[in-house]
């Protein structure tokens, strides 16, 4: 079944530590996303990519970094310069089809959280 | 981008049906209204999307305004299992892949 894998489930960071989370998608999808959210709020857009080798800023983008290397990867590394990374990151693609039916969607989301 | 407005929380009773407003007063002619849900610590998964016609699927049914800034996501018989966060977020279509923003959504919460 195509689909989009985030791993770990759970992720621990040290003080001082940069980690880094994957997400994979055999949907063959040009566009991919990291979202955080936090607590009882809504989704915030830290990046997206629309090809490889191609992302943008988001909403939120100080204190993390990615890379598209492969059409398949966008990995989020949240840095030791994000002061405040405990939350639910999300990844998420998008087709490339010129369909109706075009729509995002998501891996089942790391819970990062500080040691 | 577009924003929304949707209220914060609401509540239904099991087996009514459960009207969830949006403001989209900013979208752009050619974004069309997408509706996901959030159930507790999960992706979020897609409801149903239109452009400017009503829409109906298995799941939902989406009024949009003639004007198009508002719509409504209609689950016409809620049940238990439709308690979740609701989001509502204009996104261009076609082959357009810009920033995909969601705001606040709301918490609908079904009680027997």
């Known amino acids: 079944d195509g689909g989009i894998t985030q791993s770990p489930k759970y992720l621990f960071r040290k003080e001082g530590q940069n980690v880094t989370l994957s997400c994979e998608q055999n949907?063959?999808?040009?566009?991919m996303y990291w979202y955080r959210q936090d607590p009882g709020q809504g989704l915030r857009l830290i990046y997206y990519?629309?090809?490889?080798?191609?992302?943008q800023k988001g909403d939120i983008a100080e204190g993390y970094s990615v890379s598209r290397e492969k059409k398949e990867s966008f990995p989020l590394t949240v840095t030791s310069a994000q002061k405040n990374p405990t939350a639910f990151y999300l990844c998420?693609?998008?087709?490339?089809?010129?369909?109706?039916?075009?729509?995002?969607?998501f891996g089942s989301g790391t819970q990062l959280s500080v040691l | 981008d577009a924003k929304t407005t949707q209220p914060p929380s609401m509540d239904c009773a099991e087996g009514r049906a459960a009207n969830l407003p949006c403001n989209h007063s900013?979208?752009?002619?050619?974004?069309?209204v997408y509706w996901y849900r959030q159930i507790h610590s999960q992706g979020p998964q897609y409801i149903i999307h239109?452009?400017?016609n009503n829409e109906t699927n298995e799941m939902a049914s989406l009024i949009i305004t003639e004007d198009r800034k508002s719509s409504t996501l209609i689950l016409p018989h809620a049940t238990l299992r439709d308690t979740a966060v609701y989001y509502c977020?204009?996104?261009?279509?076609?082959?357009?892949?810009?920033?995909?923003?969601f705001g606040q959504g709301t918490i609908l919460t079904v009680h027997p």
């Open positions: 990519s629309q090809i490889v080798n191609d992302f």
């Open positions: 998420a693609s998008k087709g490339t089809v010129s369909s109706r039916r075009e729509k995002l969607f």
């Open positions: 949907l063959n999808h040009d566009a």
């Open positions: 900013t979208i752009s002619g050619n974004e069309y």
């Open positions: 239109g452009l400017k």
């Open positions: 977020s204009p996104n261009a279509g076609g082959t357009s892949y810009g920033k995909l923003t």
